[in-house]
Antibody
Framework: EVQVVESGGGLVQPGGSLRLSCAAS????????MNWVRQAPGKGLEWVAS????????HYVDSVRGRFTISRDNAKNSLYLQMNSLTAEDTAVYYC????????WGQGTLVTVSS | QSVLTQPPSASGTPGQRVIISCSGS????????LSWYQQFPGMAPKFLVY???QRPSGVPDRFSGSRSGTSASLTISGLRSEDEADYYC???????????FGGGTKLTVL
């Protein structure tokens, strides 16, 4: 059974930083792209970032480029999202999704940016 | 304003067939496989259809996808009350170099 579990969310002040983690099991983690997708309260899904199998290629939505960094550790079957210079607009549930077509999703971790 | 355009709402009665559209352009739907996702309130999205009409194991064949040019659609046949959810389309856009999601369609089963 495939399991994807995010962690690291919480309340952070504007301008602060947070690091999200995603642990995956039951799939060949090293053989697929991994992705972060977020959903602001009451809003639709927004893709945030993706990273290739070997980490050699990364893509970001414009609104986070330069502030967020996606990374992965295939030995630990883990995906990360380092988020810096957070603003209220980054408040959302952040989902980790596996594969080229976002096959498997975690339950999400809530990030709240507020003073 | 989403790059992919979906109707904000759709509805049908049990047993009916409902079609949810997703409109894009040559740089996204016209060039890349589209995927559809189902999301219940308070829950994570679920992968429903991909590659225009491939279903992951466990997804009923009542759900089917199709594409024509720069538009795509999700068809739900034999509508059931448990199909009431939000539905999103998504694909890669090579002019923006980003993944794009539609704004989502809230399906109500009357």
């Amino acid at each position: 059974e495939v399991q994807v579990v995010e962690s690291g969310g919480g309340l952070v002040q504007p301008g602060g930083s947070l690091r999200l983690s995603c642990a995956a099991s039951g799939l060949t983690f090293s053989r697929g792209w991994m992705n972060w997708v977020r959903q602001a309260p009451g809003k639709g899904l927004e893709w945030v970032a993706s990273i290739k199998e070997d980490g050699s290629e990364k893509h970001y939505v414009d609104s986070v480029r330069g502030r967020f960094t996606i990374s992965r550790d295939n030995a630990k079957n883990s995906l990360y999202l380092q988020m810096n210079s957070l603003t209220a607009e980054d408040t959302a549930v952040y989902y980790c999704a596996s594969g080229n077509f976002f096959h498997y999703w975690g339950q999400g971790t809530l990030v709240t940016v507020s003073s | 304003q989403s790059v992919l355009t979906q109707p904000p709402s759709a509805s049908g009665t049990p047993g009916q067939r409902v079609i949810i559209s997703c409109s894009g352009s040559s740089s996204n739907i016209g060039s890349y496989y589209l995927s559809w996702y189902q999301q219940f309130p308070g829950m994570a999205p679920k992968f429903l259809v991909y590659g225009n009409n491939q279903r992951p194991s466990g997804v009923p064949d009542r759900f089917s996808g199709s594409r024509s040019g720069t538009s795509a659609s999700l068809t739900i046949s034999g509508l059931r009350s448990e199909d009431e959810a939000d539905y999103y389309c998504a694909t890669w856009d090579d002019s923006l170099s980003v993944w794009v999601f539609g704004g989502g369609t809230k399906l109500t089963v009357l």
